[in-house]
């Protein structure tokens, strides 16, 4: 199980310390999500001050960029790093692509694939000389020319990763995919019931293993060796639970552990802007299932227990800031290194 260290929001100017501190630190991977700043940017400046650590959108928006541009956006960033970069995309849900990212949402499972087989599509005419020749419901590519073709590079195999929640996107990752993205908001069971069989499925269909793909996901960890963080801790945790929940994209969960009247109650709070009452309605049982709560060196333990093989990159949901909890954060680096040579 590799340790990475996820990025939920960052500073340009900051980057290079982030990223060389991340390095010197341990941590396998760094992932940047696209939440107030865009992911990409980052991991440029991340590849520049780094030579080991691998550098991944977790996620970039898919609908909004064509296959064209996230295609030599990775391409790019692969060749600058050599060969470190991890391409992941996500959907977001219809709200967020037409009310704020003003994209086309339709049908957004059958829209990735396309987005998925076109990037590679690119890829195969850049590397090997392949005729541009894609044709799907949303996309028609053909059009390849010396002038705007990058050209091979020695790192051609850009691992892919895509976020899922339900059925459809479980079984594309498993079909399509070199990884898939769990979202934070996940518990075992949901794992075991319900994501992993699907991923299997999609893995099936397409004549493809369990190691064949990477599944990565960001835990709700709450640390417990300073008591004014552990609270803080908490409560992020809390907040951050209460707003996913109150999400009908994820509601999945909540009908697997019974929870549905607290995501409903925490959906029309969400309406109505009570958003500092929402951490209320997060109690001991779904912290206790959703969330791992030890000291910074116990936390690998804890994870190795409670989830075993079913995971294969892990991060914690907590904002990483060089030189604040820096022996806390190399406590965890080293639990995991210590299971992963036993």
């Known amino acids: 199980m590799k340790f990475d260290v996820t990025l939920l929001s960052h500073d340009l100017h900051e980057m290079a310390q982030m990223a060389q501190t991340a390095e010197s630190l341990g941590f396998a ?9 865009d992911p990409f940017f980052p991991l440029l400046l991340s590849a520049e001050h780094t030579s080991n650590l691998q550098l991944g959108t977790g996620i970039a928006v898919a609908f909004p960029r064509t296959p064209a541009i996230l295609a030599q956006m990775a391409w790019d960033l692969a060749k600058f790093s050599n060969g470190r970069f991890m391409l992941g995309l996500g959907t977001q849900v219809r709200a967020h692509n037409v009310l704020r990212l003003g994209a086309r949402w339709d049908k957004p499972l059958k829209q990735m694939r396309e987005t998925i087989l076109a990037i590679r ?42 976020a899922a929640v339900n059925k459809g996107m479980l079984r594309l990752a498993g079909e399509l995919c070199e990884g898939v993205h769990i979202h934070a908001l996940h518990s075992v069971k949901y794992l075991e019931q319900f994501a992993l069989p699907h991923i299997e499925a999609g893995l099936q269909k397409n004549g493809r293993s369990r190691a064949d793909i990477s599944i990565n996901t960001a835990v709700f960890a709450i640390p417990t060796d300073d008591p004014d963080y552990e609270k803080w801790a908490e409560n992020h945790v809390k907040q951050q639970i ?6 009908p994209a994820y509601r999945v969960l909540a009908e697997l552990h019974g929870w549905q009247e607290t995501a409903v109650q925490l959906s029309q709070l969400a ?34 227990n409670k989830y075993g093989t079913l995971l294969n990159r892990v991060s914690y949901y907590l904002p990483f800031i060089p030189g604040e909890n820096e022996a806390g954060w190399r406590a965890t680096i080293d639990g995991f290194k210590q299971i992963h040579n036993k």
């Open 29 to 37: 991977g760094l992932w940047t999500a696209e939440t107030n700043h």
């Open 121 to 162: 599509a690119f890829w195969d005419c850049w590397q090997n000389g392949t005729p541009l020749n894609f044709a799907g419901e949303y996309f028609k590519l053909k059009l390849m020319t010396p002038f705007f073709n990058p050209g091979p590079i020695d790192q051609p195999n850009i691992p892919i990763y895509i």
């Open 242 to 247: 209460s707003f996913y929940l109150s999400t």
């Open 271 to 304: 309406r109505d802007g009570e958003w500092a009452t929402m951490p209320s309605l997060i109690n001991d049982n779904i912290l206790d299932v959703m969330a791992v709560r030890g000291t910074w060196a116990e936390l690998p333990g804890i994870i190795h």
